[in-house]
């Protein structure tokens, strides 16, 4: 009898409905078939923008052309900012991005990872919105800064390491984690105050108005 008392069920579990689409399906499939629909809903205005952001990927001109389509931005429209082919979990990563989600990727060393990062860039600025792209390293910090301030042009890109700082009202802000956590604190240690000063001053017992703990 020892065994089947040492037997051990080794069957995979089938995935649910969830978790095959969030995974894209088994072998990708739901991931691909996305990609094939989404470029085929490209119309003849749309292949036009493209190919425009195709021409000005890698130049400072993206930022204007992505802004100029920001309409009718898409996933294949986003994508074509990449002077490369994109894997299928990083156009994944771009609609999640796209759609207003955040986004938790973890993928190797190796695997590709900086393009979700720039992808969001892509998508803040052709949004007209700011970016902060941060890393845990000054180091790392000041090579991005170089990098984007390449592709994306220097008045549209700063830095903000501490001990550095360069252009920091910019649409995108390098800095390092340490800056961006102290730049956190700091507004929120503000609005404690301010509204500390205003509870004092109106004498108002704001008990009722809460709305959320």
Known sequence: GGDDDDHVNTQERPMSAEELKATGGVNGE????????????LSAEMLQALEEIKAASGSPSIVDVLRKHRDSLSVPLVAAAFPFGLDDYQL???RSLKDGCSLVLSAPTGAGKTVAGEAAVYVALANRKRAFYTTPLKALSNQKFLDLKEILGAENVGLSTGDVRI?????VV??????????LYSDANAEQRSSETQESSSRVNRLDSVECV
Request: a negative charge; charged letters at 25%.
């Open 92 to 94: 994944q990563c771009i």
């Open 30 to 41: 739901i991931w691909a078939e996305q990609w094939q629909a989404e470029q085929d809903a």
């Open 174 to 183: 390098v800095m390092t984690t340490e800056v961006y956590r102290n730049m």
């Open 167 to 171: 252009n920091v009202d910019a649409d």
